[in-house]
């Protein structure tokens, strides 16, 4: 995470761990049957939310973010998306993620 308050939590940057706890096999569970591309956006979103603590609701902006193409986002979305559910305050998030 960024220096600052997180915006879930209000925990100070101090109080929080200075890297993402990375857990291979809960992550290869979930996305078991995905292609290597779909894998790869899913896990640069997860780093970018942890980085920034919540992403934009619009996909274009979400594509822009991570430099997918077109193709990799068209074919990669539709699996990832119910991963970042958009919150009360516009925001999408990984519950799993929120939880570290």
């Known amino acids: 995470m960024n220096a600052g308050t997180n915006a879930t939590d209000g925990q100070e940057a101090s109080q929080r761990l200075p890297y993402l706890p990375w857990y291979c096999g809960d992550f290869m569970s979930s996305t078991r049957g995905w ?3 779909a894998r790869g956006v899913y896990r640069e979103l997860l780093d970018s939310s942890w980085d920034v603590g919540g992403l934009p609701a619009d996909p274009k902006t979400l594509r822009a ?3 997918a193409t ?3 986002w068209e074919k990669s979305w539709p699996l990832v998306e119910p991963k970042f559910p958009i919150g009360t ?6 519950a799993r993620l929120e939880k570290h």
């Open 35 to 37: 292609s290597v591309t």
């Open 65 to 67: 973010l991570i430099r």
């Open 70 to 72: 077109p193709a990799e």
């Open 89 to 94: 305050d516009g925001l999408r998030r990984n």
